[in-house]
């Protein structure tokens, strides 16, 4: 089946430990991006890659990192400056960025929580 | 910039009723219009979209139609299930951009 994993669902850090998510997707997409979201809110772009080796920042970049070696792979760290990282984590994939009709699909989301 | 506004919730309706969720957006060019649908724990999921002017989406009795003239979005469906319980999110995907997402509750 073709679609989007992510792993893990539940994860649980200490404070001040790097933690990295995994999402992988094996429908041949060039982008993927991920999405944070807290309770009750809507989705806030963190990063996003348009193809491989390449990324750019969304509107909350900071305190997260990524890469982007293989198209089929889209690993987000989330680092010890990152001031609020217990949240719901969402990666998605397109077949690309800027163009009109191309829905994203989703994986079904790692729920972090630091403490 | 780019920017989406949808309807605060949480809706609740009773089994059979008549939804309405608005979104309304502020683009250059020409988006697409998408809306998206996330059932419990879940991630999202495509419900319907629409890619240019006057396009009418539809997808599991909602409807939404693209209006340039109002810049709308509003999503819609005649007679609601407790299944469609679940929060709504309209999006301008060509710039990433999400809606708050309304959350819909239907009793039986």
């Known amino acids: 089946d073709g679609g989007i994993t992510q792993s893990p669902k539940y994860l649980f850090r200490k404070e001040g430990q790097n933690v990295t998510l995994s999402c992988e997707q094996n429908l041949n997409h060039d982008a993927m991006y991920w999405y944070r979201q807290d309770p009750g809110q809507g989705l806030r772009l963190i990063y996003y890659?348009?193809?491989?080796?390449?990324?750019q920042k969304g509107d909350i970049a900071e305190g997260y990192s990524v890469s982007r070696e293989k198209k089929e792979s889209f690993p987000l760290t989330v680092t010890s400056a990152q001031k609020n990282p217990t949240a719901f984590y969402l990666c998605?994939?397109?077949?690309?960025?800027?163009?009109?009709?191309?829905?994203?699909?989703f994986g079904p989301g790692t729920r972090l929580t630091v403490t | 910039g780019n920017s989406v506004t949808q309807m605060e919730g949480p809706v609740t309706l009773s089994e059979e009723a008549f939804l309405t969720i608005n979104c309304t957006y502020t683009a250059t060019g020409y988006p697409s219009l998408f809306w998206y649908v996330q059932y419990p724990g879940e991630g999202l999921q495509l419900l319907l979209k629409a890619t240019k002017a006057d396009d009418k989406g539809s997808n599991k009795g909602f409807e939404a139609t693209y209006r340039k003239e109002t810049t709308s979005f509003h999503l819609e469906k005649g007679s609601v299930q407790v299944s469609d319980s679940a929060v709504y999110f309209c999006?301008?995907?060509?710039?990433?951009?999400f809606g708050a997402g309304t959350r819909l509750t239907v009793k039986p």
């Open positions: 999006a301008l995907t060509n710039d990433m951009r």
């Open positions: 890659s348009q193809i491989v080796n390449d990324f």
């Open positions: 998605a994939s397109s077949r690309g960025t800027g163009a009109n009709s191309y829905e994203q699909y």
